[in-house]
């Protein structure tokens, strides 16, 4: 197990390029199942999840090059097998295996899909598209004679069921038309790669109109992840310095900068930079995390000690109600609050140093940004479960400043 060391309390200063989207870069590896040939993805994030997607697809059979950032991934040669419940179990993207390789192979068996588990996290979305498609459940496994397009509404705007329906669409001859779907940025990056490697996709305001086929291999290059840009701004005001963010599509990020300056943040640019440095004032806030492009509830754990470092606020989270369990490890570094149904109130609090262990990615990442704001050193312990998602994390937070180790 590993564990990040923090000598905290040093303001950190300058400038940072995100690394590509975790959310964006995993249906895309998956999506290379369906687009035979190579693939070219730039700008892929090297964290734990990506690792994991990679080794699935090279358990199946999958030729990968790697040349820094950029994979080549040749899925030509692909047979079916079923990934071994210890690869899968590590990851939450690894459900797209039930839109990849049910397109590819006519067959997927569901088996225990990962991740973070600050909650249930239910897949009968997912399998109602399958099922709409022309797909059949015989126990574990889901299978298909043939695919055939329809009309199909998701009950919410679930990120894996889009993805999950978009794979499948994409692998259908003739139209198939999906509304109620997820408009975070990644779906659009999943949409730009699978038009690459040959699906018609038409995107309106309502819907998403597929016309598929069989794909070639397609090309993409990844966009920078606004999730990182916000908790390295994040790092910069909770430590009193001043970050600045680069390599990241600012227009994709309105709800974040709106509950930066909600909070009392000044946001500005520099150069290509933005740039965020706490004010005189900070004020109480409330924020909603809600699908895109409402706030995003990957966010609200990261704002959690930040609320505690000004002036206290409320969370409320629509997606996932109970993902709050970060707050009892975060309370072992001082930030008091307490927990409301769908919600929680953050206290202003004084943080201090101490040991804490990581509960998921962004609650674990939530310690790390208490730890660096507390004079003193903490230990962070469970640091994979953060390296799952942040990239070089250790090397960005050393370079603007923080006394940060990994300890094995
Ligand atoms: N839901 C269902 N049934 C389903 C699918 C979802 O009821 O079949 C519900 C969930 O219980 C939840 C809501 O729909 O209340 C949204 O879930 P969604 O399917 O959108 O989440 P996901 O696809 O499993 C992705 C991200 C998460 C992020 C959520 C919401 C990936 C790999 N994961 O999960 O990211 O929290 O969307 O934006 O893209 C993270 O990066 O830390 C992370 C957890």
Redesign the pocket.
């Known amino acids: 197990m590993k564990s990040f060391v923090i000598l905290g309390g040093k303001p950190l200063v300058g400038n940072v390029t995100v690394s590509g989207s ?2 964006s870069a ?2 895309i590896l998956f999506a290379t199942v369906i687009a035979r040939g190579e693939s070219i993805i730039e700008n892929l994030p090297k964290i734990g ?1 990506t690792e994991a997607a990679l080794t699935i697809l090279s358990e199946l059979g999958a030729d990968i090059r790697l040349d820094g950032n950029t994979a080549r991934i040749n899925t030509e040669s692909l047979v079916y097998s079923e990934p071994s419940s210890a690869l899968t179990s590590l ?3 690894s ?1 797209y295996l039930i839109g990849s390789l049910l397109a590819r192979f006519g067959r997927c068996r569901l088996s225990t899909f990962g ?2 588990n ?10 109602d598209s399958a099922y709409r498609l022309g797909a059949i459940r015989e126990g574990e496994l889901l299978l298909a004679n043939s695919l055939h397009p329809a009309e199909i509404t998701l ?7 889009t ?1 999950n329906t978009l794979l499948l669409a994409s692998s259908i001859k003739g139209k198939t038309v999906i509304r109620g779907f ?1 408009r ?1 940025p ?1 779906i659009l990056t999943l949409i730009d790669f699978l038009r690459s490697a040959g699906a018609k996709i038409e995107l309106s305001d309502g819907e998403i109109t597929v016309e598929g086929g069989d794909l070639h291999g397609g090309r993409v290059r990844i966009d920078g992840d606004v ?1 990182e840009a916000a908790t390295f701004l994040t790092a910069g005001a909770i430590t009193n310095g001043r970050v600045g963010v680069l390599g990241v599509d600012f227009n994709a990020m309105n709800s974040i900068t709106r509950a930066f300056s909600a909070l009392g943040l000044s946001l500005l640019y520099e150069g290509e930079a933005l740039v965020c440095e706490r004010g005189e004032y900070s004020y109480y806030t409330e924020i909603v995390a809600r ?2 492009p409402g706030f ?3 966010l609200q754990p990261i704002f959690a000690p930040l609320f505690a470092s000004l002036s206290g606020g409320k969370i409320t989270d629509t ?3 109970e993902r709050f369990g970060y707050l009892d490890e975060l309370a072992r570094l001082g930030v008091k609050s307490a927990r409301l149904t769908d919600g929680a109130l953050i206290y202003k609090s004084k943080q201090h140093s101490g040991t804490a262990s990581s509960p ?3 609650g674990g990442m939530s310690l790390v940004l208490s730890a660096l704001h507390s004079r003193g050193e903490s230990r962070i312990y469970s640091a994979e479960k953060i390296l799952r ?1 942040y990239e070089s994390l250790d090397e960005k937070l050393s370079a603007l400043g923080a006394d940060i180790k990994i300890l094995s």
Request: hydrophobic share 40%; proline share 11%.
């Open positions: 975790k959310n995993l249906p999840d990851i939450r993207a459900t991740g973070c600050f909650a249930d996290r239910p897949i009968d979305i997912h399998l009950r919410l705007p679930s990120v894996g069921a993805v997820a975070e990644h999730l699908p895109y995003p509830t990957d997606v996932w109600r998921d990615l962004r998602g």
